[in-house]
């Protein structure tokens, strides 16, 4: 049950799994539950992707076969045949009729999934092609070779001869550079090599655009992950982040934050700093080597494959840990205790909360808990293995912000008020509750009757 590719469903709380034993699963990732099987490959299945608005699928295997499915109808609507060796990865464009495919036979190809035709063969890599990729707004594409290279190819020749209507020519199947009629009204060719990047001092397995500046990612069997940035002239490394001790499979920017996720066969996904190139978070696996990882395109949530299975996780919760008193909200925001008035809709912050260290991670406070006689607030936080923070409000909501440096901390994966002047702390590993007073020491300590 080696997962060797997923795909998030863009709406609905689906993803696709493509396994090692050739079958494709369906699941609900929400309810846990497998929806539907595919089972028309021969062999190994490695690349598979959504329809960002149909309702298709396309799917690529050791059977050199790209096929093109029908969630609803549950069928194989087509096969596209071209590649001669296995297929990698197989993705739709955001906009156009395209399907990009990248296979182990050194080519990358574009296929219309329309018309069903082979629309460019992309030769220059001389080894297996692990990964191709478009571009979510440009005509780019960037593919990721085991000859130790990343390559950017210009395809506004492709997109320009697509808008004017004119048919593809199947001539040799291997030769990217013939002209056609419109190529040589345009003076270019269909497809382009715009950049080639090298860096790696072994294969590389992945390569992916930022989804909105102008960088690139790339991993390989050298255990680097490595950042690239462009401009219209050229392509250049800027950074690399390192720490894997095996071969780093799949990498992504956050699309949201300044993070980036990588996976390896060393069992781990780590979370790195995008801006300061250091490691924040390491995630293990006891047993399973990862082998793919992909974002949803909307949700915070990312999903990886691996030796047993697949996991659908996120980095931290969108709800921020808040509690309510009559006619108020206090809530996290933005490193900040905020107030929330509901008769006013006044919205003002009382007092500011511990950031992380230059180039460290800081989980965001998990839980909260309010004591209205002495204005304070227990925030409770998966930080340094769980810990909690007190903090004294301000007596009067006047839009002056109190200084974290006040806090009282301790160790405990949960913090609540038991009375107006004292609280309780779970402590997990000793398997005790601490009864604790306003000046943070422990007055009683209890002994849970279970365990």
């Known amino acids: 049950s080696r997962v060797k590719g997923t795909a998030f469903h863009p709406k609905r709380p689906w993803i696709l799994a493509s396994l090692h034993n050739g079958s494709i699963q369906l699941w609900d990732y ?12 021969e062999g190994p299945v490695r690349g598979i992707s959504f329809h960002p608005t149909q309702e298709l699928f396309v799917s690529g295997g050791d059977d050199y076969k790209v096929k093109v499915w029908n969630y609803r109808t549950r069928r194989c609507i087509f096969t596209l045949q071209g590649h001669l060796d296995y297929v990698r990865t197989v993705y739709f464009h955001p906009e156009q009729p395209w399907i990009i495919s990248a296979s ?29 990729q478009f571009h979510p707004t440009d005509d780019l594409v960037v593919s990721a070779c085991l000859d130790q290279t990343v390559r950017v190819w210009d395809i506004s020749g492709l997109r320009r001869k697509s808008a004017a209507g004119a048919q593809p020519m199947m001539g040799d ?15 270019v060719t269909d497809v382009v090599v715009k950049f080639v990047l090298e860096g790696h001092t072994r294969g590389v397995n992945w390569a992916t655009f930022h989804p909105t500046m102008p960088l690139i990612l790339s991993c390989g069997d050298d255990r680097q992950v490595k950042i690239w940035r462009m401009n219209e002239s050229r392509a250049w490394e800027v950074d690399t982040c390192r720490g894997h001790y095996n071969n780093v499979n799949s990498a992504l920017f956050h699309p949201k934050r300044e993070l980036i996720l990588s996976d390896s066969e060393d069992k781990t996904i780590r979370v790195w700093d995008t801006t300061r190139r250091t490691l924040l978070q390491t995630f293990r696996r006891d047993q399973d080597r990862f082998w793919c990882m992909n974002a949803h395109p909307e949700l915070n949530l990312f999903a990886a494959g691996h030796d047993n299975g697949l996991i659908v996780f996120k980095l931290e919760r969108e709800r921020p840990a808040s509690a309510i008193h009559q006619n108020s909200l206090l809530y996290v925001k933005d490193s900040q205790v905020r107030l929330h008035d509901f008769t006013s809709a006044n919205d003002a912050p009382m007092v500011s909360i511990r950031t992380a260290p230059a180039g460290q991670y800081l989980p965001p406070p998990r839980t909260m808990s309010f004591n209205p006689a002495e204005k304070a607030v227990l925030l409770t936080s998966d930080a340094e293995g769980g810990s909690y923070e007190l903090y ?33 702390v779970l402590d997990k590993a000793a398997q005790q509750i601490l009864i604790k007073d306003l000046t943070n020491q422990t007055t009683k300590t209890i002994k849970p009757p279970v365990t």
Do not use: K
């Open 30 to 41: 929400r309810m846990g539950t497998l929806l539907d099987r595919f089972e028309e490959h």
């Open 173 to 187: 199947p291997l030769s990217s550079q013939r002209l056609n009629t419109q190529g040589d009204f345009f003076n």
């Open 392 to 424: 004294n409000l301000p007596r009067q909501v006047n839009g002056q912000v109190s200084d974290s440096a006040q806090a009282r901390r301790g160790a405990g994966s949960c913090a609540i008020w038991t009375g107006r002047n004292r609280f309780a």
């Open 104 to 132: 182990d036979d050194q080519t990358i190809r574009i296929w219309n999934w329309q018309s069903r035709q082979c629309i460019a063969v992309l030769t220059g890599h001389n080894h297996y092609v692990m990964c191709a």
